[in-house]
């Protein structure tokens, strides 16, 4: 399972990359595998703006549909058009291909409440 260091986490299995005041996010290699194949991604308009821990979208996988949960308050700003034609980077490539939103947080400190690679791997394991 593949879980890069310079990312944060949340306990909904999202990751969030800090990239010049904006947050770029998606699903774990961990949530993507546990879910299986999947074959469609829903997510939000571009201006939308979204509440930490409400849901923002969803995925659907042949066995099922599971939620998106942003992991911080913000505006989508930014939306990953490609995953609406090959829902597959999602298994292939979740932390390149397959980012799913760019926001502005509207908050900088809910990122604390995030958890760092470490923990987060603690965490799954538990």
Do not use: C
Not at 32 to 39: A, M, N
């Amino acid at each position: 399972m593949s879980l890069p260091q310079d990312l944060l986490y949340s306990k909904e299995h999202e990751w969030v990359k800090q990239e010049d005041g904006k947050l770029r996010i998606g699903i774990t290699d961990f949530a993507q595998d546990e879910l299986g194949d999947i074959v469609f991604v829903e997510l939000p308009e571009i201006g939308e703006e979204l509440k930490a821990d409400d849901p923002f979208g969803s995925v659907e996988s042949v066995k099922t549909v599971s939620e998106l949960y942003a992991p911080v308050s913000g505006k989508v700003v930014e939306i990953n058009d490609d995953l609406e034609d090959s829902p597959e980077y999602v298994n292939e490539s979740p932390y390149e291909k397959a980012w799913m939103i760019v926001i502005e947080p509207s908050d900088e400190k809910e990122l604390e409440e995030l958890l760092s690679a470490e923990n987060y791997e603690a965490f799954i394991q538990d």
